[in-house]
């Protein structure tokens, strides 16, 4: 038997039903501030990710899925939404629209790592991308958007974490204090954090290895480093959440674990995930259109791990999504089942979620089936019934039976019953 490879996984009914609601309520939200989906290909140049998301990330130095093509071409799944969407923003010259460009995009990505909970080898991921303007009110707007759509799905025990980390002109300082700060205490971390401490260190602040997580916490804070306008940009982004009524709390050794991300960087995490509880994360990158060969632009924005979404709406309390049938069409016969279908044709194109089985059944087996299925109703179709032209119409959930002719089904099922 063939199986799907590890770290891979097939999306089922009935939770392809909550998947296909979550995406649902994330295009209605998306199109309430104006974004526009954008849909770039599964796999990019190599170099696309090495220059955008950074060589010394876990992401390009250990995760990607890479392979090279019969051109001799470096291919690579793309890891993460971002860097794409600049690229088709560079090459199709997007910039020459005079407003602000709102996009996001759906869909699956790819990274070598552990499975865990909430993150496959292949996962999936809500992202938004705000092209054209620093101004701190489209970070405000974006986490405004964020919260409605998560209160949409009734998802409402989580955390919005905030940090400023910088540009570059405030950042050299902070990073040269920072490696001071490592050498002192390079005894005490991992071999990846030594190995960043040189190369870049402000990875080692996004470490998750318990042992370094002591050591992190004593680390200089970036927010002493900041510039008159990177404070000034973030005191002024607080303000807007603040108007908004919008909780946060400010972090200030938060960082993202890719390094087109500058001033502004953000997460939203939820206990309901366990250790691994990071729902949202995103920030300000205004300098990666620069680095993969475009105008300067700048850019905020976000990526969700739709499988942790998945995870809060199917636990308790959280809503379910409902795919049974309004109506189960029982036929008696060959007759009554070629009525049936005709009959399933007309209900079908009056938007009710009709369910025709094609095997015979008798009564009783057809009943077993549409509670099995949770049928709201139940029309019993046989040759009486095609004789007279009424048929018996089954309230499934109290057995509460009435006779009414063809043209009455549909009125009846959008009405309450007399009890």
């Given at each position: ?5 590890k770290?891979t ?6 939770e392809s039903?909550?998947w296909?609601q979550?995406?649902r309520?994330?295009r209605?939200?998306l ?17 696309l990710f ?14 990607m899925y890479t ?6 071409r470096s291919l690579?799944?793309r890891?993460?939404?971002t860097?794409?969407?600049?690229r088709a923003?560079?090459?199709?010259q997007l ?5 602000i ?9 790819f990274?070598r790592e552990?499975p ?5 080898r ?7 991308e705000?092209?054209g303007s620093?101004?701190p009110?489209?970070?405000?707007e974006?986490?405004e ?7 949409r799905?009734e998802?409402r025990?989580?955390e919005?974490?905030?940090n400023?980390?910088?540009c ?6 902070f990073?040269?204090e920072?490696?001071?700060?490592l050498a002192?205490?390079?005894?005490q971390l ?15 602040l996004?470490?998750?290895?318990d042992?370094?997580?002591?050591v992190?916490e ?6 002493e ?5 990177c404070?000034?940009h973030?005191?002024?982004f ?6 908004r009524?919008i ?5 200030p ?5 890719l390094?087109?991300?500058?001033r502004?960087t953000?997460?939203i995490v939820?206990p309901g995930?366990?250790?691994?509880n990071?729902l949202?994360?995103g920030?300000?990158y205004?300098g990666?259109a620069?680095?993969?060969g ?23 309390g ?7 049938p309004?109506?189960?069409l029982?036929?008696?016969g ?5 009525k049936?279908t ?17 095997i015979p ?11 099995k ?10 040759d009486d ?5 009424k048929?018996?119409l089954k309230?499934?959930r109290?057995g509460?039976q ?14 309450v019953?007399?009890?």
């Amino acid at each position: 038997m063939i199986k799907a490879i590890k770290g891979t996984r097939d999306i089922l009914p009935p939770e392809s039903a909550v998947w296909s609601q979550v995406e649902r309520a994330a295009r209605e939200v998306l199109h309430l501030y104006g974004f526009s989906e954008i849909r770039t290909p599964i796999f990019e140049s190599t170099e696309l990710f090495a220059r955008g998301v950074g060589e010394d990330t876990d992401i390009v130095s250990k995760e990607m899925y890479t392979f090279g093509d019969r051109d001799s071409r470096s291919l690579t799944l793309r890891p993460e939404g971002t860097a794409p969407v600049v690229r088709a923003f560079i090459e199709h010259q997007l910039h020459r629209n005079s407003q602000i460009l709102k996009l996001y995009y759906m869909g699956p990505m790819f990274r070598r790592e552990r499975p865990q909970r909430g993150r496959s080898r292949q996962f999936h991921q809500l992202g938004v991308e705000v092209l054209g303007s620093d101004h701190p009110a489209i970070e405000a707007e974006v986490i405004e958007l964020l919260q409605l759509f998560l209160s949409r799905l009734e998802i409402r025990e989580t955390e919005l974490l905030v940090n400023s980390i910088g540009c570059n002109c405030c950042r050299p300082q902070f990073l040269k204090e920072l490696q001071t700060e490592l050498a002192m205490k390079k005894a005490q971390l991992c071999q990846d954090c030594n190995r960043r401490s040189e190369t870049n260190p402000l990875r080692v602040l996004d470490c998750k290895v318990d042992s370094c997580q002591s050591v992190i916490e004593s680390l200089p804070s970036i927010l002493e480093f900041l510039d008159e306008a990177c404070r000034q940009h973030f005191d002024q982004f607080l303000s807007y959440l603040q108007s908004r009524d919008i909780d946060f709390r400010v972090v200030p050794r938060l960082v993202r674990g890719l390094d087109y991300y500058m001033r502004t960087t953000f997460e939203i995490v939820s206990p309901g995930l366990g250790a691994q509880n990071t729902l949202v994360g995103g920030g300000r990158y205004d300098g990666l259109a620069e680095i993969l060969g475009g105008d300067a632009t700048k850019g905020f924005g976000f990526a969700l791990g739709l499988e942790r979404i998945i995870l809060l709406c199917r636990q308790d309390g959280h809503p379910s999504v409902s795919i049974s049938p309004q109506l189960f069409l029982a036929p008696l016969g060959e007759r009554a089942f070629n009525k049936a279908t005709l009959m399933a044709r007309e209900f079908r194109h009056q938007e009710v979620y009709c369910f025709l089985d094609f095997i015979p059944r008798t009564l009783k087996s057809a009943m077993r089936l549409a509670n099995k299925l949770a049928a709201e109703y139940l029309l019993i179709i046989g040759d009486d019934e095609l004789r007279s032209g009424k048929y018996p119409l089954k309230r499934m959930r109290d057995g509460a039976q009435i006779v009414v002719i063809e043209a009455e089904v549909l009125s009846r099922l959008r009405s309450v019953w007399e009890d």
